[in-house]
């Protein structure tokens, strides 16, 4: 009989099995429930079976960068084992099975039955817990790495006893999945992929066989496993995902090392977490919100596999349309990271770079398969400011100087490519004239204020609508700000001069266009005309939040941001005014509803002039207003900002970045032209 109570007899002989499987074990201490406080489980309902090959409609548990996930199962599902996996690699994400680790146990020729007990979603971590008589089974799956999942099984039983075990996945057959099975180890194979999942049953080496069983697999002990009273037996499940087995191999782990490094990790994220705090909302309010925006961050999380080169995060495993990374996004997911998870935040960024153009540009987003690349546009400019974001959490020099000629490269191609009329005021634009990019490139879709606009070609490849937008031109006015300063930190005295002296250039012919004193706002201008175009939406605050606003028109902007009907909403700072006719809270997309990114930047143009008291006020309703953010709703896409409904796209990244950029310590900065 197999002998498993004592525990580093077989180490050498499970990592053996693993390395032959592409897999690797965890360390040998139990991730008990009982380690973590109430307040850290469950902070996302990760219950859920999908109906379908393609269904998202529940939260599924992702860590560690891992392109394959699980969920429990819904509460009502006795069975043992986890929903899974999804593989969001496989033709933009696909189901590939319905359930993972599933027990089979016999005890004297017969099926031992087992009670569910208790299911959680741990900080990094499922656990599932079973009972039978005089018997107690666990079973806890987490990655160790970006390329695994692992199924801790414990078992602990009153007397001693002999038992069969096998462990049992469900494959669904719409994948076209081919099974193999030798050994201990079943591989599944995909049509059109060159992907494979590896799943393997480690309990000391050729101590299981692997078989197919119906629509799905079977691993089974050899021999009987035997029970000492009081003493737990431990086996292991790994299932590995290889993006492509032609050539990629998954790295070793060290068994011990694994789960200690894994709690380590998480509890660092929880260290910030608890650390967060929001003027007007309650401690454990705002706690909780940090760390379902933690958790909903790594969620998304996705590491370097075919054309990615760096690991990045997604803006949401929920959408389909989501399984690449984002220019705009990236920025804003970085600048957040940088604070608990900062050798990501440094990934985030590169994964953007690695494809910059030989002129500069950036591209809208990257994927798995470089063919699918968006060129037709790029997005806003944040990178410089993420970049220092970066720097001002981790003091990492070095990566300043890595970053500092690609932002400069980028920056000046806006104004190569994206000023029309060459006057030092930019343009959204296209790489392929069409207006649709343009709006794309503005990440602002549909907003408003393009209902008008037309194309105008400023040369080969390089498109500009033909009105100079007040967001993009703050944005560049930061950035060369941000770029003095970074200038500053490289030593680059004669750089940092002429950064300051063209965001003084540029913040004052932003003021001396763009600002409407009668309306107390900015807007949009018309190229080729004196005329603005005077839609209220988020881009008239976003000089504030830039620091280029004199304290006059700070003044004015303020008031236009403090009035119910048109920004002070329940859920404050929707992207239109609530007063225009047009304004559509639900479905308008850019028309009204609330989305993070462009409410949190309205809270730190408050802060930037010294508006603390309402800046506080704002922030607190964005949290205590918006539905289920308290509780496990996931945080979404956007948010009605008359009933903090949520709407569009789950687990979505930027406002989980938003929510932790909002509790950040703003300090005293103030804007140099606030007291002119």
């Not at 930061?478 to 004669?494: C, M």
């Amino acid at each position: 009989m197999i002998q498993l109570s004592t525990k580093r007899r077989i180490a050498v002989a499970l990592v053996a099995a693993l390395a032959l499987a592409g897999g690797a074990t965890p360390a040998y201490a139990a991730p008990a429930t009982g380690g973590d406080v109430p307040r850290h489980l469950d902070v996302l309902d990760l219950h859920g079976a999908a109906k379908d090959a393609r269904d998202r409609s529940f939260n599924i548990f992702f860590d560690a960068g891992a392109w394959h996930g699980y969920s429990l199962p819904p509460a009502s599902d006795a069975s043992t084992g986890f929903a899974g996996p999804f593989v969001h690699s496989l033709k933009g994400g696909q189901w590939t099975g319905d359930r993972f680790a599933r027990l089979a146990l016999r005890e004297a020729g017969r099926d031992l039955a087992l009670a569910p007990d208790a299911s959680h979603a741990g900080p990094g971590y499922l656990v599932r817990s079973y009972t039978a008589p005089g018997l107690a089974v666990r079973q806890t799956l987490f990655f160790p790495d970006s390329w695994r999942a692992l199924v801790k099984i414990e078992l602990t039983a009153t007397a001693g006893r002999s038992l069969e075990l096998a462990v049992e996945g469900s494959v669904l057959p719409t994948q076209g999945a081919r099974l193999d099975a030798a050994g201990g180890t079943v591989t599944q194979r995909f049509d059109g992929s060159e992907s494979q999942l590896l799943t393997t049953l480690l309990a000391g080496a050729d101590a299981a066989r692997a078989s197919r069983a119906g629509s799905g697999y079977r691993i089974a002990l050899d021999r009987p496993l035997r029970l000492e009273p009081g003493r737990t037996a431990t086996l292991f499940v790994a299932q590995a995902l290889r993006y492509d087995a032609r050539s990629e191999v998954p790295p070793g782990t060290d068994p011990e090392a694994a789960w200690k490094a894994n709690r380590a990790r998480w509890a660092g994220y929880l260290k910030y977490a608890d650390a967060q705090h929001l003027a007007g909302v309650p401690d454990a309010t705002a706690r909780h919100v940090a760390l379902k925006a933690v958790e909903t961050l790594l969620g998304n999380w996705r590491a370097a596999r075919g054309d990615l080169r760096h690991d990045g995060v997604v803006p949401s495993y929920s959408n389909p349309d989501f399984n690449g990374f984002w220019a705009w996004d990236s920025w804003k997911h970085a600048a957040a990271l940088a604070h608990f998870a900062p050798d990501l935040a440094r990934d985030q960024m590169r994964t953007m770079f690695d494809y910059q153009g030989a002129d500069g540009m950036v591209p809208d987003c990257v994927f798995l398969d470089k063919a699918d690349d968006n060129w037709r546009d790029t997005k806003p400019p944040l990178a410089t400011w993420a970049t220092l974001e970066i720097y001002r959490a981790t003091g990492d020099k070095a990566f300043l100087a890595e970053m500092y000629d690609k932002l400069v490269r980028y920056h000046r191609w806006w104004f190569q490519a994206r000023d029309h009329d060459g006057n030092g005021l930019a343009e959204f634009g296209s790489t392929d004239g069409t207006r649709i990019a343009a709006a794309w490139e503005s990440g602002m879709d549909n907003a408003v204020r393009f209902d008008a606009a037309k194309m105008l070609e400023n040369g080969k490849g390089a498109w500009s609508l033909d009105q100079e937008s007040v967001d993009l031109n703050a944005y560049l006015y930061r950035e060369k700000a941000d770029l003095a300063e970074i200038a500053g930190v490289l030593g680059k005295a004669q750089d940092r001069a002429m950064w300051r002296k063209e965001a003084d250039t540029l913040g004052r012919a932003i003021g001396a266009r763009m600002f409407d004193a009668a309306a107390g706002y900015f807007f949009d201008a018309r190229l080729g005309s004196r005329e603005l175009v005077r839609v209220y939406g988020p881009e008239g605050w976003t000089p504030l939040w830039a620091g280029l606003a004199d304290a006059a028109q700070a003044r004015g902007v303020t008031r236009v941001m403090l009035d119910p009907d048109r920004f002070a909403t329940t859920m404050p700072f929707p992207t239109l005014a609530r007063n225009d006719p047009r304004f559509s809270p639900v479905k308008g997309y850019w028309r009204g509803p609330v989305w993070m990114d462009q409410a949190y930047f309205g809270v730190a143009a408050l802060r930037r002039y010294g508006y603390a008291r309402e800046a506080d006020a704002m922030a607190s309703r964005l949290v205590l207003n918006a539905q289920g953010l308290a509780a496990q709703a996931p945080m979404y896409e956007n948010y009605d900002p008359l009933t903090g409904r949520g709407y569009q796209s789950r687990n979505f990244s930027w406002s989980a970045a938003s929510y932790l950029l909002l509790m950040q310590p703003q300090g005293a900065a103030r804007s140099p032209r606030a007291a002119e």
